[in-house]
């Protein structure tokens, strides 16, 4: 901690929605003095802000917003990252870093990334593993980042210990923070998120198939159903954003899962029932492998 | 009630894994009366119920087990039914109900209940709609059936009034009951729990593809991949009986899981951003009818 430099004394949120939001009440808890300031293009989420003494330095005008600010967190959608922080260029001071929250990071950098280094402008991204199904500020909590790991991608340069600033900064929301590439971390994502909110929408999509009657569903339906299929609730217009603006790594996962699902066929067609159980095994591995390192605070 | 025939005053477990063990604790906990047998062909098991006064009458003498039982309840494995079931006819009393509490019904009333039916017995096919990723009698317990939704199946044409005493025997461990034709409860189960099985073991597997290095996936993968990957870490032996028990309506679903995946991937070919939107809220609908009677108590 000795050679890093001071938290930052005045953050500017762009977007308060679930995450934005979150980002906000997780500041204000964590650190009591920071000048706190949040953009919307609407008046209701800020004023449920203000109303909960999250902050009183609500904006309408980014300008305004993000003048003086020390950090900038993108926290709209990512569609709207470049148009954005195109908007704040003439405000933005010259020593401000910028960074986001969105679920892409190659897709990031390649647009507000390359624009805002082209105008001798910061920008780091990052990405808190932290959602639900749940959307807006109405839902959003500082606890939403406790224990979250954040990744960090620093393609473009930015000097390491403004690197380390932000880490400390998302540290003392109580998140871990992980550096990575911006395509590693779009392949993992692709795996471990993105891929997951297709197969619980496919599954969701296939219950509804074949006619079987409507009630015979409702009641049969119990855990296992309601967990494979949690994620898919999650709000549609951004998804189909984070699948678009992903598609090469979400499409090569998705060709990975047409091949496990024609294994499958192949194996009930062939009554394989001990390559059944092997492919279940390997799938239960897989599982254990990836969530090793978690299996013991959830 | 008040026409119904009284509960059953001696009860025989075949089986004391997950299910058959939390249907004994049950028994104990809500019908203290009954004589509460238990048979396994092993005595860990068996010694375990022992130790926790859930029943002294435990047995490895399966026909020594089910002498006098008014009630029969099968709960091992699906494809060890119809020989357990053979293994019994001896000592089956002529008025004793058999029931199981098998993942799938047609193919046990194609087996096992043909067999009894025609050797002048009883069988009604019971499904409670409860589990866990767990197994074993260490992992029962009574609360695993408060609330589940038990399918019974009645093809064979036992008296209505023996239905209703095994739907009244359900219902006082804390179940409902719903009465269905063995077909529509396979075909409701393979989408509802089957093919939410399948999934979540696919996307471990995907998880597991392209190289994506493992310790990326650790850090990142969060409560999306957690849930929708849950299930996949039940018993692989069982899971793969279950599918292949019931292979003809698993297929169907597989194959309109297949033909959804295309149609993902032709979307984000077409970068067809609102088509993908559609697909999503489609997903989302379909999932909050399902869950809409359910949603209040998880």
Known sequence: MCEQRAAYRCITVVGPGLLGGSVAMAVRQHMPGCDLRVWGRREQPLAY?????????????????????????????????????????????????????????????????AMLTQRGHRFIGSHPMAGSETTGVENATADLLCGATVAITNPDGVPAEE????????????CTTYAM????????????????????????????????????LQRLAASGFRD???????????????????????????????SQMQTV????NKQDKAGLRRWLETAADSRRTIRREQETNT
């Open 49 to 113: 802000l203000r109303e909960r003494g999250i902050t009183q330095h609500t904006y309408t005008d980014l300008q305004v917003a993000v003048q003086g600010a020390e950090l900038v967190i993108l926290s709209t959608p990512i569609g709207c990252f470049e148009s954005l922080a195109r908007e704040m260029l003439p405000a933005l001071a010259d020593d401000a870093l910028v960074t986001d929250v969105g679920s892409v990071k190659a897709y990031v950098h390649r647009t507000t990334g």
């Open 163 to 174: 690197e380390a600033r932000l880490a400390a900064f998302w540290q003392s929301l109580g």
């Open 181 to 216: 590439t911006p395509e590693n971390h779009d392949r993992a994502v692709a795996r471990v998120s993105h891929i997951p909110h297709v197969l619980a929408a496919l599954c969701a999509h296939a219950a509804a198939g074949d006619n079987v009657p409507q009630a015979d």
């Open 228 to 258: 494979t299929t949690r994620v898919c609730c999650g709000p549609a217009p951004m998804w189909a954003d984070i699948l678009w603006e992903n598609d090469v790594a979400v499409r090569r996962a998705l060709s990975d899962c047409m």
């Open 265 to 268: 066929i192949d194996l009930l």
